[in-house]
């Protein structure tokens, strides 16, 4: 590919490098762009037809643009703008630094700029953020032939073309129309008596993961968005609720591992934000395990007098913490699939308290038997102390993976940040407590 | 919903009531069975019309869906099989019990049958298992105008017919074009002037997951499966791309929390599975902190006779295993988001050397403050052991972080494996290891 393009550029054979380019997807544009150098890429860019160049702008990543934006002309920052879907236009003005944005606002239409700046104001993380603005909009007493005419006129891209909203006058939504339909139709019959007037539809300010969670359970390409009128003010498409569930999804990995999500990607954020985006819940953690320290503290006579009782203090905090984390994944992750729901708290904590049992006792044979191997066979005490202590902490550990999560999420926190970080450390008191207390009883020490 | 539903039985009004059926949602039709009893839910089901009978029929569980089976007649049956996508099809059939399977596959049609035993040959987890034999397939000497009655007299569901393929003769994709660019071209203008002859294609025995993350790059609604002569023999479409991504992201959790993934969702998987999915990595685990324990041992004279020091080691413990995780996830995330490779290992470790001596000194001096406040300001060499330790664990922990994953991912094993359980036992053994070490040293114990 690389070469082919190289060879017409070279030549200087624009209109044949033009035609290539259409065949190649937008989305491979980045990485083509990665192996040239500016002015080459310049040049294709400048010949690429202005609908191709808007596509292959958005697919670019910020930095790309914002370099490319400083390279064109005012006359070819138009065209790109005005070519771009208002989604991402205004993505690009959240991304772009403050000069360039100056920019950028200085080449859209007028009549544009109320509508940026109308999708600019909705709340952050809100389905108004994400929608688009273009869509294809009949009215009931349309033919399926008006609406093809209509549809051609308009000609958007693939992704908001397919799915029709009919409206009324006043822009309330009515009805919704598949193109397929259209297609399998008779092109006099009247939209009214084809449509869906079953739409559903979401409010300018839900939150963008419920509606892209609609996806995943409707097979939509889009979904029509209403304001408190409900009249109908854009679509949210696909392509945008799948950016929107992995980004969730990455804050959700990150929050379970005690990380404050971030937008920008590994290599982009600086050494000092990772540091920064790391140490609150370090700091946090740390303390917290001051008190499981406070409480071995409290039992120095008993580990003094039998050293040997230090040594399971390892194994119990990290089966605990293991034990904690499965749960508080598996209750975090059915919360966000909507598998499992509060309602559902006594069901879950009870097949969670039989899944510890059976996992505690399969533990502590287990332990005894290599206690029995390691310090021979007369230490039924220390194997005792330790085994009813694993049988115990994993009832516990799992327990807090299930409460813990249950709990924030009726609070109407995340449930994410009950993950295993926060539960090991609880577990970790609870267990050493627990393991102490058993040993200065069977011992009487 | 539901009163207007069993108003309409009650009034035996059957024309109204398919009518009213036809415009609910078929991905709401299994939240409604759950609220209805089975004599109403079989009316229902019954009126609904052949396609959105197979429409509702994939929308529910396995098990509405054997239960619905052994209510229909056998001639009920082979309509609704009939109309369901074969992809759907070898679905139904991989989770059906035995009897239901032999029920299904008598009332397939013998035609159908060898289809479908084909796809059911292909490895698990390949493009090849997903895909549906079901596609809008042209020549390239049709014309728009063709292309639009061969679109209609298929007539199928909107995820399969918005792109559409050219083949040659013997069956070989040579252009791809999308409905939109038909509505939009000359009703007689031929379809080898307006394809696109740049096709992305991905083969039978692909891996699911790679196939899923193509439609993520690229905007596609449904990908191209092609055998080894380069005939096209499928298409995955984008609904079940998403499925295959929300599957694979939920296995990276389960094996990132130490459980072995399942199919299962939470409430099928019986109390004895969910142990033994978990067991398995816990005793693993638990041998491994054995280890540690082991180290432990060895200062046994250390800590009794300095006992304050063992007050210490869970605070040590913890941190270790929570900035390995910290690094751990973020860097098997990076990889399964392609957004960190293989070449890319020195560039993340210096970057985590970096992060993890400012995390350490931070925490080494909040920790030194505490150890003043609470011990008094005379403990300077505790506050220099634990200090010292900290930074040492930090910055080994977050090196683990990223070498293990990395290894994994090199050993061309998953590298979701190596997440914070694995991890923060090895942190464990070595921050026990340190500190004891510089506590000897420093104390002269």
Known sequence: MKAKL???????KLNELRKYLETINSADFPSLFEELEEDKILIIYRVLTKEKAAEVFTELDPDMQEKLINYLTDTELKTVVDNLFFDDEVDL?????????????????????????ELLAYPEDTAGTIMTTEFVDLKENMTVKDSFDKIRKIGLDKETIYTCYVLTIDRKIIGVIDVKDLL??????LIK?????????VSTLDDQEEVAKMFDKYNFFAIPVVDKEKRLVG?????DAIDVLQEEIQEDFEKMAAVIPNDESYFKTSVFKHARNRIVWLILLMLTSIITGGILDNYESAFVSLPILVSFVPLLMDTGGNCGSQTSTLVIRGFSQDEI????FFKV???EIRVAVLVGIVLALVNT??????????????ALVVGLTLVLVVILAKSLGCILPMLAKKLKMDPAIMASPLITTIVDSCSVFVYFQLAVMIFGL
């Not at 190289?6 to 200087?12: A, N, S």
């Not at 008596?193 to 539809?201: A, S």
């Not at 679509?235 to 392509?239: E, G, K, L, M, R």
């Not at 729901?341 to 559902?344: E, I, N, P, T, W």
């Open 341 to 344: 729901r509060l309602k559902d």
């Open 6 to 12: 190289l060879k017409l550029i070279e030549e200087q």
């Open 349 to 351: 904590w009870w097949k």
């Open 93 to 117: 003005i959240e991304e772009m630094p403050s000069n360039v944005v100056k920019r950028i606002l200085k080449n859209v239409k007028p009549e544009d700029r109320s509508v940026i700046n």
């Open 235 to 239: 679509i949210v498409t696909i392509d």
């Open 193 to 201: 008596d084809i449509m869906n007037p079953n739409v559903i539809t």
């Open 184 to 189: 399998i139709a008779d092109p006099d019959s």
């Open 369 to 382: 038997l290599r206690i029995f191997i390691q310090y021979g066979f007369d230490q039924t005490k220390l």
